[in-house]
């Protein structure tokens, strides 16, 4: 059998930041198991090819959600990327750290080094912002480039003159002091390309010959000698294919994200042991946290139809998508470097809620009913709207001990009644922004959730009819102290009760942030990697 240091399960935003920093020490040997291919699609690295890659199952897993108690008995879509860089080679690239409250939360859980103070310097070093930004904030010479969106359009401009006129302040930093505001969007975007945890970790890490990166490789249990774990066994070439063991020296780290790390937990026997015997799963560990605390961002959309201008929806029509085409292969500009979304929006759903507690964005395009990511052939506009630190809670079980089941995920969104309320919020707020005087020249009619629904229950009535995803799943194998019921790893990211385990990847969020989360993913993997080699914070 094989032996390496350190075994990581997944080449995703965490596994690369991991693969990078600890192939660092030459001495130290790295095995990384990734279900995926190599990203060598030309849509994962052209920025509007997210709208492909969305459903391509060759670099997807492609989830289906458990209808939920508030979802119209629909089962939300759950795309992940499968591939090397995970779900940031899928994303929409946008870069969006969260408050400083979000991490202060996660240290008063019990969780040591986990502050804001704690996380910044490492936000910092992975950085290389271009543009605006107070250094105190921001890095300049990481591997990660984010940049802003340079799309200038007339509706965007008219969307944020219109939430300035509701008192929604300009704020060209959401990632810097304070988060609310309007503004453009940042993106991990670099000459048109781009920038996945990949691109900026993975691949110059790949260079070393101490990465052995195996790709459709997938991890199918841990395998253990009592309670340490010591290798892993996966299915060469996925189902069907041939069974091989790798070993570690040191440790095995999961970072296969927040549905596939607490399955693949449960399938080696680590979890509740009620589940586990249900499924005829050998129990290893009893640990009943494991799969449980799912948390995501619910968004409906709300949508206007548009007039004497145009949208993205007609651009990408007939000869102006070859124009946009040749364009991009000529500038590296245009549609084609586009991002799902252009204008971010924070701002708190009551005049006392201390800090904002609403993401909306503006995209002067709209897509299909229930084919997301379709645009439609009409101009539309749509501002979609969340509650930023959901309250609401599901949980991840794996559904058989086939490792090759997809997971039961049951987010349970807007069961928490604060969800609900705060999501109502946004939507009016969505509706005043449509409304607003800056953009009277262009709205010609509101399409959703429309003009009838007036009252706080139909416009709940309308979110739970058409409310989706952001793609932000966290929260099931989560970082708090050995006493907790609830928690999975210590803040080492030590798999409690086990040795030679760790969890690192969007799992391990404590509770939901404000915000998208690659970034802070990377940012905990990034921190995980100090961790695991003894060093101390970097320098500021
Ligand atoms: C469509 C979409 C849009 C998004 N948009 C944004 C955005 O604009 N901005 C933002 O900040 N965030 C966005 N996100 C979320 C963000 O990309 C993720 O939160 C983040 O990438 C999660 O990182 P991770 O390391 O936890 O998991 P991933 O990046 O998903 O990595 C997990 C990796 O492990 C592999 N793996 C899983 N199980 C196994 C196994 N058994 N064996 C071997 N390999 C395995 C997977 O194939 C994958 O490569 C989006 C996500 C999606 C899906």
Not at 12 to 40: F, H, K, Y
Not at 220 to 226: L, Q, R, W
Not at 228 to 236: P, T
Request: glycine share 10%; hydrophobic share 35%.
């Amino acid at each position: 059998m094989e032996t390496f240091d350190y075994v990581i399960v997944g080449a995703g935003s965490a596994g690369s930041v991991l693969t990078n920093r600890l192939s660092e020490d030459a001495g130290t040997s790295i095995c990384v198991l990734e279900a995926g291919p190599r990203d060598w699609h030309p849509y994962i690295h052209l920025p509007a090819g997210f709208i492909k890659t969305f459903h391509m199952k060759s670099v997807n897993w492609a989830y289906q959600q458990e209808p939920g108690p508030w979802t119209g008995g629909r089962s939300i879509y759950a795309p992940r990327g499968k591939t090397l860089g995970g779900s940031s080679s899928i994303n929409g690239h946008i870069y969006n750290r969260g408050q400083r409250q979000d991490f202060d939360t996660w240290a008063q859980l019990g969780n040591r080094g986990w502050s804001y103070s704690d996380v910044l310097p490492y936000f910092k070093r992975m950085e290389r912002r271009v543009g605006e930004g107070d250094d105190a904030y921001r890095g300049r010479d990481g591997s990660l480039t984010v940049t802003t969106m340079e799309w200038k359009d007339r509706l965007c401009e008219a969307f944020m003159e219109g939430a300035m006129s509701l008192g929604i302040p300009r704020n060209h930093d959401y990632n810097g002091a304070i988060q609310e505001g309007v503004s453009y969007a940042q993106r991990t975007i670099k000459n048109g390309l781009r920038v996945s945890a990949a691109t900026a970790f993975l691949h110059p890490a790949r260079k070393r010959p101490n990465v052995h990166v195996r790709t459709h490789a997938h991890a199918t249990n841990i395998i253990f000698e009592g309670k340490r774990a010591v290798g892993v066994r996966y299915m060469k070439g996925g189902r069907g294919g041939t069974p091989v063991e790798v070993r570690a020296n040191k440790e095995v780290i999961l970072a296969g994200g927040t549905y596939n790390s607490p399955q693949l937990l449960q399938l080696s026997g680590v979890g509740s042991p009620e589940l586990l015997q249900s499924l005829g799963i050998d129990v290893r560990h009893a640990l009943p946290g494991v799969g449980e605390g799912l948390q995501d961002h619910y968004a409906p959309r709300t949508v206007a139809r548009v007039k004497n201008i145009m949208t993205i929806n007609e651009l990408r029509q007939g000869w102006h998508l070859w124009v946009e085409a040749l364009k991009w292969a000529t500038t590296r500009r245009g549609l084609l470097s586009l991002s799902p979304t252009m204008v971010y929006c924070f701002w708190h759903s009551g005049e006392t809620t201390e800090s904002s507690d609403l993401q909306l964005t503006f995209t002067p395009a709209s897509y299909k009913e229930g084919a997301q990511g379709q645009l439609e052939d009409e101009p539309g506009m749509t501002v979609a709207s969340w509650q930023q630190r959901p309250e609401s809670r599901g949980y991840v079980h794996a559904r058989s001990a086939d490792p090759f089941e997809a997971p039961i995920i049951q987010t349970n969104y807007l069961v928490a009644e604060l969800d609900r309320r705060v999501v109502v919020a946004g939507m009016k707020l969505a509706r005043r922004l449509l409304k607003s005087s800056p953009l009277a020249p262009y709205y010609a009619y509101e399409d959703f959730p429309g003009p009838g629904v007036e009252t706080d229950d139909e416009f709940l009535a309308a979110a739970t009819q058409r409310g989706t995803t952001t793609f932000h799943p966290g929260c099931t194998c989560r970082m708090g102290p050995a006493d907790s019921t609830w928690a999975v790893v210590d803040d080492q990211l030590r798999v409690h009760g086990l040795q030679g385990l760790r969890v690192i990847d969007a799992s391990v969020m404590p509770r939901m942030i404000s915000a998208n989360l690659n970034a802070s993913t990377m940012m905990i993997a990034d921190k995980a990697s100090d961790l695991i080699r003894g060093k101390s914070v970097p320098a500021e």
